[in-house]
């Protein structure tokens, strides 16, 4: 349960316990459960969506949908996502990327990078009718995916945050994760496969882009890798559908 609780206030605004500090060890073992947040967060979204479905257009229900994500999760992804554009995109050597990733300060790139990922989101929940399988999906499939990025590619500092998830994981991480899948799968049915699967050749590839950048990954290519896989997996979702239905 303080695994669960941990994962919950590291990923979400959610805060179900004052304790704030936390040590490596418990910082390691709370990956388990991120599927679990991530199902989470999916099912408020789709209420969420739901209701404003009755009240407002397809667009601005996405809009409102997209919104409400990023209060939900305060952002975190989306700092990291700014941060890790920054960074990469500069045309700086190796070293001076990883700095810019440090930078508490965001710049033009970063910038335009989420103004554009953000508008990507929107427009392709508009596009789907009654998108909350999806909304319940995307979130836990992400936050599995990112159990890869923790532990399947070499981190990129001495030291940080993000690395102390990846050295305390328990023995089997990804295995036992894996079976919290249940979870959403039982919720959105078995259209949650092909997603996952989706989401962990995304965010496979996306690290491995960010591997040859920067020679290892960061807190905040993690929250980076999460941000895009989402956006491709809503804008794919988009592009499956209006297939569907060009061709039926």
Known sequence: MKSFLIAL???TRIHLTDRGVWSDTEFGASILWFPLVGTLTGCILAVLNGTAAFLFSPLLTAG??????YCLTGGLHADGFM???DGIFSGRSRERMLEILKDSRVGSTGV?????????????LAEILSPWQLLVAVPAATRFAALFSILKFPYARSEGLGKAFGQYAPPHALRKSL????????????????????????????????CKRLGG????????????????????????????????
């Open 9 to 11: 206030q590291f990923l």
């Open 64 to 69: 409102l949908t997209v919104a409400a994500w």
């Open 83 to 85: 941060d890790t554009a």
């Open 112 to 124: 335009t990078a989420f103004f554009f990922l953000a508008v990507f989101k929107i427009f392709s």
């Open 179 to 210: 079976a919290v899948n249940i979870v959403p799968l039982l919720l959105v049915g078995v259209m949650y496969i092909p997603v996952l699967m989706a989401a962990v050749i995304i965010t496979v590839l996306a690290n491995r882009y960010i």
């Open 217 to 248: 990954v960061t807190g905040d290519t993690y929250g980076a890798v999460i941000e895009f896989t989402e956006a491709v997996l809503l804008v794919g979702a988009a592009a499956v559908l209006r297939c569907t239905i060009l061709y039926i």
